[in-house]
């Protein structure tokens, strides 16, 4: 057990709708990371929050947003839903500061499947 | 072009056999960090080990051993008598300076009893 949160663990929606995942970071983590990980992408980076402020962005799309809490949780909404949507989302959390050096520790995953 | 770079997408060993997993990374920066993750069939992501850019020696852990090669860019993973439990996707990952966290696209890892 990592440490990490996540829920729901599985979703299931339909095309055009939105949602939105939640995720607990370890305790003492202040960064949340997330990640979407589906068949033909692999694992992508997401966005990076750090004590309630944005610290780096990938490949989000701009459907999707996330935000950071003052209680450290995050939570990453996204809508219009698509089926290229579906996939694994992963939350991780880490002890980094500025600099993502620290390991990452990953929660269970969020499987969003869209029909 | 990749960051990190697993060209073995798939490996299938005899449980006892030695295997070695490839990666090979991408960076300009002269501190970074280089990681494993290992995705066993449950899906959950685990930590296996972190190495800075300034270390280059090999770490050994019980059945797990880690050669880091900047001259090569290289930081490759070998188990040694590999068993079923080893099972799963591994990834290899490399975290710059610029903050972002970039994953290999795994290697799956087939232990036959």
């Known amino acids: 057990d990592s440490g990490v949160t996540q829920t729901p663990k599985h979703l299931i929606t339909a095309t055009g709708q939105r949602v939105t995942l939640r995720c607990s970071p370890r305790s003492g983590d202040l960064s949340v990371y997330w990640y979407q990980q589906s068949l033909d992408q692999g694992l992508q980076f997401l966005i990076q929050?750090?004590?309630?402020?944005?610290?780096a962005k990938g490949n989000i799309l701009e459907r999707f947003s996330a935000q950071q809490f003052p209680d450290l949780h995050s939570e990453l909404n996204l809508s219009s839903l698509e089926l290229g949507d579906s996939a694994l989302y992963f939350c991780a959390s880490s002890s980094s500061g500025w600099n993502s050096y620290n390991e990452q520790f990953f929660g269970p995953g969020t499987r969003l499947t869209v029909l | 072009a990749q960051k990190v770079t697993q060209a073995q997408t798939e490996i299938s060993v005899v449980e006892k056999e030695d295997v070695t997993l490839d990666c090979v990374y991408e960076?300009?920066?002269?501190?970074?960090?280089l990681f494993w993750y290992k995705q066993p069939p449950s899906g959950e992501l685990v930590f296996l080990i972190r190495?800075?850019?300034?270390?280059?020696q090999n770490e050994i852990s019980g059945r797990y051993s880690w050669n880091f090669q900047k001259s090569t860019s290289s930081f490759n993973f070998t188990i040694t008598a590999s068993q079923v439990v080893d099972s799963a996707v591994y990834f290899c990952a490399l975290s710059e300076a610029g903050n972002q966290f970039y994953f290999g696209t795994g290697t799956s890892l087939t232990v036959i009893p």
């Open positions: 929050y750090y004590n309630g402020e944005e610290r």
């Open positions: 960076t300009r920066d002269t501190t970074y960090y």
């Open positions: 190495r800075n850019s300034f270390d280059e």
